[in-house]
């Protein structure tokens, strides 16, 4: 990797994480400094890049590296639990590191050893890879016109990305393009490689800060030791896209669970009661308390089914096989639904309960609701349905693919 290697050496130098334990307690600590200031960034669309810098430092983004690379590999469960987390206190921050990860997870499988050693060691270092994946004019979003052709020694790309999320915060674009054989790769390339344009022109309603603009590639110049054979990962059994997914699930989770807690303060100080209630607080309420205990007792529902499809996907990790990556796949399909469902509830339950002056500008408590219902959008549940229901009624096992 020595091409690239000199471009990275004077980069961050990262925490070590030994455990879990201590993973998740640092989670805990960036997101007591990241809720203070989370309506404010949605507000006025302020871009977290101290966050994200204060994110690398931590040696969050090197927590999925295989033990035989110097990482811990973490359980699935504690990764989105991690996600979790951060999301509860800023979902755009939550889901910025969700395709780094799922980055991680196809450089497991499909990366040469070099590239393993290097780019897990530049994880562990602190580094963070940004996708330019999706596009936008293409027949279905599983379609690209973004090409990869030989130059040389390496490759050029073309082409133009849209939901480059967390680009501008990373030190890596790492882009999804077709070769001449129409097979799908993806190219590690260092930020500010020539012929890189990322334009900051993600306008969302939801998740307003999580950088998610376009990627504008003009014969940009890529080595042979820096392209991976992305499509490897789909023509065999593996974990990539349940990696990706249980990410996801874990942002929505987060965002349920800001919901709940700003509802239960809400009620708790603000509220008044209903005049037929016959209560004094509104906390008294027994219809609000029943929505609450409700709303409480699914998202407990909801993590359990993360958790659960966490240690499937940890198995398929360790014995894999088709069996336990279909198995994986359908658990976490099934956490990907619940916890969907239960964001946008929540995001709605916090103003049936917190009443019309929840609905003031200034408390920005709508935030919830635009980032779940940008963010639930991401990879439609209908379709997850589909492929649960198809496999357990006509045994047709799911589609590899990155969405699932």
């Keep these: 990797m020595s091409s690239v290697t000199k471009i990275s ?49 931590s040696g969050l983004l090197g927590i999925t590296v295989p033990a035989e690379y110097g990482g811990i590999d973490v359980s699935n469960a504690a990764l989105a639990e991690v996600t979790a987390i951060l999301s509860e206190a800023d979902s755009s921050i939550g889901q910025i590191p969700q395709n780094h990860f799922y980055i991680l997870e196809a450089l497991r499988y499909d990366g040469s050893e070099d590239q ?22 293409t027949k279905t979003v599983g379609h690209f ?5 030989t130059d040389g020694a390496g490759y050029r790309i073309n082409g133009r990305k849209f939901y480059s999320t967390g680009v501008l915060f990373a030190h890596w ?27 900051d022109d993600w306008d969302g309603f939801g998740q307003r800060t999580t950088g998610s603009g376009t990627t504008i590639l003009t014969d940009v110049y890529v080595t042979q030791d820096a392209v991976v054979r992305h499509h490897k990962g789909f023509e065999r059994p593996t974990t990539i896209g349940s990696v990706g997914q249980i990410i996801h699930a874990g942002v929505d989770l987060g965002i349920a669970r800001a919901a709940l807690k700003e509802a239960i303060g809400f009620v708790r100080d603000r509220a008044r009661p209903w005049t037929d209630s016959g209560v004094e607080r509104a906390a008294d309420d027994p219809l609000t308390i029943s929505r609450i205990g409700d709303l409480a007792i699914r998202i407990e529902a909801a993590e359990a089914t993360l958790e659960r499809a966490g240690r499937k996907v940890d198995q398929a990790q360790i014995t894999l096989s088709e069996e336990n990556a279909v198995a994986a796949t359908l658990s976490v399909a099934a956490a990907k639904v619940l916890t969907t469902e239960v964001a946008i509830d929540a995001t709605n339950i916090l103003f049936e309960l917190a009443g019309t002056a929840s609905t003031k500008r200034s408390f920005n408590l709508e935030r919830h609701w635009r980032n779940a219902r940008t963010h639930t959008l991401h990879d439609p549940v209908r379709w997850k349905y589909h492929v649960v229901g198809n496999y357990h009624l006509n045994g047709i096992k799911p589609p590899k693919s990155g969405a699932l």
């Design 116 to 137: 393993k050693r290097f780019y897990f060691g530049r994880a562990l270092a602190g580094d963070q890879f940004g996708n330019a994946l999706s596009e936008v004019g």
């Design 9 to 57: 050496e004077h980069r961050l130098s990262a925490h070590r994480i030994a455990s879990e334990e201590e993973a998740l307690a640092i989670a805990r600590d960036l997101a007591d400094e990241y809720s203070s200031g989370a309506s404010r960034r949605d507000l006025e669309r302020a871009l977290p890049y101290e966050e994200l810098e204060k994110l690398s430092a």
């Design 145 to 149: 016109n973004t090409r990869i052709v």
């Design 173 to 199: 674009v790492v882009v999804f393009a077709l070769d001449e054989d129409d097979l799908l790769t993806m190219s590690f390339v260092p930020k500010g490689t020539e012929g890189i344009e990322i334009v």
